[in-house]
């Protein structure tokens, strides 16, 4: 990664490739109409990103590119016409800027993708220029760094048990995972007063067992399902934030509640999902599609964490220029999220 003199600093991609990475001086945008200025102070990454980086995901990315898509920064300058913040208002961006409340755009045959650090320019930058419906007002109660882990891995996990799921005290929840979706689910689940059982690597169960779960599962001794019909007196999982994908969808429909929901959220194990019928029929098991969440949602969100002083799990905070060992790190497998911090 290499860096050129000039004015701000922005990560771009002439062309695929991590190699690719180049960290140049620009002019300090000006906002146009309806848009704002944000100073940012830290960005989250996400595997998707690191993806993006490195395959491009058959994305329609116009060269060059910024990656990443989570920021939270602060307003610096407004143009013509902006109503929602003024200079100096803490915000973070929105995953996906043009799903604000409702049904996500796009049609059967086509449904709409187009997120920030995708098909969107990203965030990897000391300054960005978005319309201002792009942010939301970030928590009070949070860090910039903590505030950076909300827009994708935060808000997937809210809009998951609390937007389609109505999460409820008293349910069971089972979590996928020690990731960041997985973590906020733990503490989402909690927050609402549920039962939460993680099925997981053995290393991490003190640190997921300290951040508020009940019962931990050692996904890697046979059993699997097993345990998780032990831990519940046969009544299964209520909420599953299913994380791996594959077949392992129909690990997930053995081990439902009646009337239980499944979440699919992820595609670890691939993206071709399969599980078996009779159960899925009998238990009356609603699978919910989860590509993150509307604007709206995550306003909703913000209050909560606000209410409730949630603290996102942050394993490791890098620099602008650490960014390689920074994805090197998600390849590892953090604990939590990943944040580049450039405030």
Partial sequence: MTCDRNTDATLELDEIGRD???????????????????????????????????TGRGLPLRFPFTPASDLAGSVVAVGTGVSRFEPGDEVISTFTPDWRDGRRG?????????????????????????????????????????????????????FALVER??????????????????????????????EVIVSGSAAKRDLVMALGADHFVDRSQDGWRESILGLTGDHGADHILEIVGGPHLGEAVEVAAVGGHIHQIGAVAGFDVSAPVMPLMLKDVTIHGIG????????????????TALKPA??????????????????????????????
Avoid at 181 to 186: E, I, K, P, Q, T
Avoid at 319 to 342: C, E, M, S, T, Y
Wanted: glycine share 10%; net charge neutral.
């Fill in 292 to 307: 993150t969440g509307h604007r709206r949602a995550l306003e909703n969100f913000v209050a909560a964490v606000d209410r």
């Fill in 20 to 54: 690719n990475l180049t960290l140049r001086r620009v002019p300090v945008p000006d906002p146009g109409p309806g848009e704002v200025v944000v100073k940012v102070a830290a960005v989250a990454l996400n595997y998707r990103g690191k993806m993006v980086i490195e």
């Fill in 106 to 158: 796009g049609t059967a045959r086509t449904p709409s993708y187009r997120t920030l650090g995708g098909y969107y320019a990203g965030v990897l930058a000391d300054h960005v220029v978005f319309d201002e419906n792009w942010f939301v007002r970030a928590p009070a109660t949070l860090t910039a760094a903590e505030a950076s882990t909300l827009p994708c891995a935060g808000l997937t996990a809210w």
């Fill in 165 to 194: 799921g109505r999460v409820h005290a008293g349910d069971v929840v089972l979590v996928e995972g020690t990731g960041g979706v997985s973590l906020f689910g733990v503490q989402i689940a909690k927050m609402h007063g549920a």
């Fill in 314 to 343: 942050i394993d490791t905070r890098y620099p602008l220029d650490q960014l390689p060992a920074a994805l090197d790190h998600l390849d590892r497998g953090p604990f939590g999220k990943i944040v580049v911090v450039l405030d």
